[in-house]
């Protein structure tokens, strides 16, 4: 095989356990003041918070949180053996809220000192294994929205309960779009204020709509718990299976993403990359369009991490990998090829606006702020012509090697080579 084959070959999909690194004094001084203030707020908002209303259990209240932690570490559990008894850094929905919001429609507020607390360090010690300091702020985070989620339940409803009737139904959902907002908006604040390359994560969780249809979701199962508890306590039992169905749920999702996603820059993986882009080559080719496939790899990288360590260069490939994704057109493709190397698929674009584009992202990597880096360039463009087709596969080789040519010009240039049955043989250089 030979190298140029051998960097398009398949490749087999490993699914790696990352170990935090960031540590509280990493993060900005705002992160740290936010989180700080926000544990405070969720311990004493929660022991001031008013009760919703009270169901009737004909239990003592600790009996009833005792049911709720029950649930909370049996759900837990399921979810363990579903993610194959495996340690992950990060996943969107924990399904913890649930139980948050099952405090929240049970008793009174102050309890979430206790059940929050409890069922994240269930969840921590089963293997979601995220910083530790950003776990305790999640956890303040949904502890506030949850006393939030209590407040606008309580508010004009003195006789709170659940009828199962319609007007008993708004006060509930009323509350579950306080506790969405309200947590969605604590975390948004989070990965503002906080380092970009620390909150790549979260900030691709909150621009995805599924965590919010999902954690909708999530706080219906605890309205829902709550509801049969409050009738039959017994007939609880059979919501055991609908934890495990609510647990493959929340996995899938992230499993995924992270199948699609690179963790660390959040852009698109090198194999589905790959293959959305040979289904756009294959629409192109019908439609008769021009298109292109550009190849970035940053230069001397291997030395910019000697120079600047690991974090240095992470932050780096998170800074290029911005500069990617808002120097291209909507319907182009990006990725990280792997390393420090990015591919682009240009959709549409004729020769000469591949030639554009090439340069135009050249241009921007040289200018970011910092420690200087530059990146070198090769494009490939496929030339439209009815009855004739390109394969991906060439396209790639030649970006390939214009890549390799762009190295031995010196680097920090872009080389442009024509590719199809109209193709010059000539390449097309700009230092």
Partial sequence: MSAVTARFAPQASVRAVTRPTERFGDATPAARVFVTAAVAAAVVLSTFAQEAGDLGYGIPEPVVVLIILACSAISVEVG?????????????????CVWAFAVV????????????????????????????????????????????ASEALALGNDDFSLEGDLPSLVPILASMIVFVAVESGLFFVMSRINHADQEVWLRATLAHPSFYFTEFGLLAVGAISVLVWSQSPWIGILLIPVY???????????????ALTDGKTGLMRYEPWRATSAIERDRMNRDGQPWAVVFVDLDHF??????????????????????????????????????????VLLVGATCDEARTVGE????????LPGARLTGSVGVAAATAVEGETVELAVALSAADRALYEAKAAGRNTVIVRMVGPDAEPERLAMP
Wanted: glycine share 8%; net charge positive.
């Fill in 302 to 343: 291997g030395r910019y991490n000697e120079l600047h360590g690991h974090l240095g260069g992470d932050q780096a490939l998170v800074l290029v990998a911005d500069v990617l994704k808002h120097n291209i057109r909507k319907p182009d493709l990006v990725c990280r090829f792997g390393g420090e190397e990015f591919a």
């Fill in 80 to 96: 363990w053996i579903v993610e194959g008894r495996s340690r992950v850094e990060q996943r969107p929905h924990k399904a913890l």
């Fill in 105 to 148: 429609l049970s008793v009174y507020p102050a309890w979430l000192l206790v059940v929050v607390p409890l069922t994240y360090a269930h969840v921590y010690w089963r293997g979601l294994r995220p910083p530790l300091w950003k776990w305790v702020g999640s956890a303040a985070f949904v502890t506030l929205a949850a006393v939030a």
């Fill in 244 to 258: 495990g169905f609510v647990q493959q749920a929340v996995v899938f999702e992230p499993l995924r993403t992270e």
């Fill in 360 to 367: 135009r992202l050249r241009a921007a990597i040289e200018v």
